[in-house]
């Protein structure tokens, strides 16, 4: 079963009822581009009212905390999302990881919780300039990846349904700058490689690996052409519907990788 691409758009800490407009405009175009799954991620405030409004699209979150409830004041367990209408959860943004010192033991457990929970995952990595100009991103992502990829047994094509993997490269995100063609293209194999040897040929070879960091309908295109590419996961761009959708058509352009 070859999966269709996965646009998402992680709307952050942005979005007010005010927004509703713009995910109902989505969903409407959504329904006319059955070649492409779309989701938004609204910030937890909007994911019930969101969830209302639309008919195709998905709706999930952008993090949750682990276990079910308890005394963690401000936090939000996976069933709650789920409750709320949240069909999947966004685990390892790095801002998570560097605003709020997320580890990837933490975020394993988190994604064991979301599972249990009844959520689909979407497990990101990406590594820092630093790291990159070091010459070691290929090992920090498949380390990430490694500590905080959960077992997932249930057979090939539900385990694809299951988890998408985002590679984010910290450096593009919200900086107008992209990995190049060639880069991208590096770790996604890479990723691609560990996601065989983790889950077994049929379903590594199915899971979607998304690109995130500045993603525009200008370079979407040429980004979901290449190699083991199988949708975005998109920040600033998500925020109106016109900017989205420029990205949703560019991948229903496009054969699927
Ligand atoms: P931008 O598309 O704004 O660079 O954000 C990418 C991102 O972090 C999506 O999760």
Not at 26 to 34: H, S, V
Not at 57 to 71: N, R
Not at 187 to 210: F, P, Q
Not at 217 to 246: Q, R, Y
Request: hydrophobic share 45%.
């Amino acid at each position: 079963m070859a999966m269709r691409p996965f646009i998402i758009g992680n709307w952050k800490m942005n979005g007010t009822r005010a927004m509703l407009g713009e995910a109902r405009a989505i969903d409407r175009a959504a329904q006319r581009l059955m070649k492409v799954e779309v989701a938004i991620a609204p910030p937890f405030t909007l994911i019930h009212a969101v969830h209302r409004e639309v008919e195709q699209i998905g709706v999930g979150a952008q993090d949750c905390h682990t276990g079910t409830d308890g005394a963690f004041t401000g936090d939000v367990s996976a069933s709650m999302v789920a409750d709320a209408g949240a069909k999947f959860v966004i685990l390892g943004h790095s801002e998570r990881r560097e605003g709020h010192g997320e580890s990837d033991a933490l975020i394993r457990q988190k994604a064991d919780d979301a599972l249990e929970a009844g959520l689909r995952l979407v497990l990101c990595c990406g590594e820092s300039e630093k790291v990159r100009d070091s010459g070691k991103a290929e090992k920090f992502v498949l380390d990430q990846l490694r500590a905080s990829l959960p077992p997932l047994e249930d057979g090939a094509d539900a385990v694809a349904e299951q988890i998408a993997v985002a590679y984010e490269p910290i450096w593009a995100i919200g900086t107008g700058k992209t990995a190049s063609i060639a880069d991208i293209e590096e770790i996604h194999a890479a990723i691609r490689g560990l996601l065989v040897e983790t889950y077994g040929d049929e379903a590594g070879s199915e899971i979607r690996i998304l690109y995130g960091g500045s993603v525009k309908a200008e370079n979407a295109a040429e980004i979901l052409a290449a190699e083991h590419v199988g949708g975005a996961l998109v920040g600033g761009a998500s925020l109106s519907a016109e900017s989205f959708l420029g990205i949703v058509i560019a991948a229903s352009d496009i054969e699927t990788n």
